[in-house]
T-cell receptor, first 118, second 117 residues
Framework: AQKITQTQPGMFVQEKEAVTLDCTYDTSDPSYGLFWYKQPSSGEMIFLIYQGSYDQQNATEGRYSLNFQKARKSANLVISASQLGDSAMYFCAMREGPINFGNEKLTFGTGTRLTIIP | NAGVTQTPKFQVLKTGQSMTLQCAQDMNHEYMSWYRQDPGMGLRLIHYSVGAGITDQGEVPNGYNVSRSTTEDFPLRLLSAAPSQTSVYFC????????????????FGSGTRLTVV
């Protein structure tokens, strides 16, 4: 079974609209972390946002927020007021296990290609 | 502040050739890893290391070797290149929670695009 599922291979969104990129995950470990990365056409991987499984509040970083629904095992990325520079590939990733046990391995989803239309 | 440096950026190999992809970081990160990125498959973990002298296999280790003699360097060796190893390779590093670091985000290199013909 896929540990990270991103069901939207591609999305087209009008500039200035809000965007939600879907991510569902599968783990039996009560301790885990969820990450979102952005990969522009230049190829580099840019860290956007992190959510820990025990965090009480949804993570936010500027225009990025993570809609964390633990019972549904979903961790959707929300981008408010989209900009042309948001056009990129977006990856959801998960680290399983407590952070104090050296569990650093990340499992990635297949990504969503977001295109912002002027 | 260089971060994670990968060399070369591009490489073309013939089937059967060997080569080493270099990865160096200057952030004193204990954890380093190698991923490959293929279309439609996301990033898959090849090998990783939680510190100098310690390495372990990831999801797709076959055909690759690694070693970690220093904290800074984590080279990836292709022993006998095959067309199936055509991919984009990323090195990533972070603080290790084993050493008390909190890993809230990995730093990635800019990638190596490898073509095996």
């Amino acid at each position: 079974a896929q540990k990270i599922t991103q069901t939207q291979p591609g999305m087209f969104v009008q500039e200035k609209e809000a965007v939600t990129l879907d991510c569902t995950y599968d783990t039996s470990d009560p301790s885990y972390g969820l990450f979102w990365y952005k990969q522009p056409s230049s190829g580099e991987m840019i860290f956007l946002i992190y959510q820990g499984s025990y965090d009480q509040q949804n993570a936010t970083e500027g225009r990025y927020s993570l809609n964390f629904q633990k019972a549904r095992k979903s961790a959707n990325l929300v981008i408010s007021a989209s900009q042309l520079g948001d056009s990129a590939m977006y990856f959801c990733a998960m680290r399983e296990g407590p952070i104090n046990f050296g569990n650093e391995k990340l499992t990635f989803g297949t990504g969503t290609r977001l295109t912002i239309i002027p | 502040n260089a971060g994670v440096t990968q060399t070369p950026k591009f490489q073309v190999l013939k089937t059967g050739q060997s080569m080493t992809l270099q990865c160096a970081q200057d952030m004193n990160h204990e954890y380093m890893s190698w991923y490959r990125q293929d279309p439609g498959m996301g990033l898959r973990l090849i090998h990783y290391s939680v510190g100098a002298g310690i390495t372990d296999q990831g999801e797709v280790p076959n055909g690759y070797n690694v070693s970690r003699s220093t904290t800074e360097d984590f080279p990836l060796r292709l022993l006998s290149a095959a067309p199936s190893q055509t991919s984009v390779y990323f090195c990533a590093s972070s603080y290790s929670s084993l050493k008390g670091g909190i890993n809230y985000g990995y730093t990635f290199g800019s990638g190596t695009r490898l073509t095996v013909v």
